[in-house]
């Protein structure tokens, strides 16, 4: 599936840019376009620091999954490190292209192919034309691999945690249903399902067959574009990478999470002014459904 490469974010054209010079400081660049990119908004740096949240985030929630969260203090616990790390999700695509950055087979091939200024315009030009045509670069294929690996590796700590918050959940809300002080959860039902809200094409998985998911190509385009940038910063090369990163960018797992997100808000404002026990087991659902949407999110990434 080819999607339309004018859905990618300024922001990303920015932090290509600004990683330009703070890796190539001799890079041949004007005064004023040196001065444009510097104040722009995201650099290598930031992208390392996302990682670096992001992975911060998989360690907080992957220790919800081995807690015995039997007692209201221990399930307190868990929501609160569920609320200070859920955020740090959207950072996914950070840590996919530091990954990308680290492969030195898949840089070293970058470097290869964009030897010159004009092969640097012409590699450009052919990804402006189609994304996936990163793919073709040597190394692309078994990188993309490799990062859909680590995305599934990541869905499985959120959805194991997803797990063990819903039992959790389940059982506080059984303890919420004795206590004569209220029977709220049956107003509000819909709010706390049983099975994830995102839906997954299980048939295109069981088949096997590799199709590397837009966000993969999306990241491993990204690192394209740092490595090039960082060699060559002329006013062409800064045009076509304008040109291929020209919009806010969406994909499959950007609008996921955000419909999972909006979900959560949703579910949690009903579980307000409840009773104690009800409170916690609802906003506990709430948090086991986000994390099992989380996880599903993430699977969209992998194959289109």
Known sequence: MTRDVRLIPRALMASVLCFAFVTSPGSRVSASLKTSAIDDIKTESQFRGEARSYDDMLRAISQISSSKLDTPEALQEAIDRFQREHTKIGFHRSKLVLKALADPTFVNAIKRTAN??????????????????????????????????????????????????????????????????????????AMFVDQPSVELNDALFAS?????GFGIILAIAITVALVVVASYVTQTIVNLVKSLFPEEQRDEVVDCQKQANDRWVVCIRAARGLGFFEKMAAETLCNATFLADQSACLLKGVRL
């Open 116 to 189: 010159s200024e004009a092969a640097a315009e012409r590699l450009l030009r052919t990804i402006n034309a189609d994304i996936n045509n990163v793919l073709k670069i040597d190394g692309a294929k078994l990188l993309a691999s490799k990062l859909e690996s680590s995305l599934r590796a990541d869905a499985e700590v959120l959805r194991k945690a997803g797990e063990q918050l819903k039992l959790a959940g389940e059982r506080f809300k059984e303890r919420a249903a004795l206590d004569p002080a209220g029977n709220k959860f049956r107003m509000v039902p």
């Open 208 to 212: 096997g067959a590799f199709i590397a």
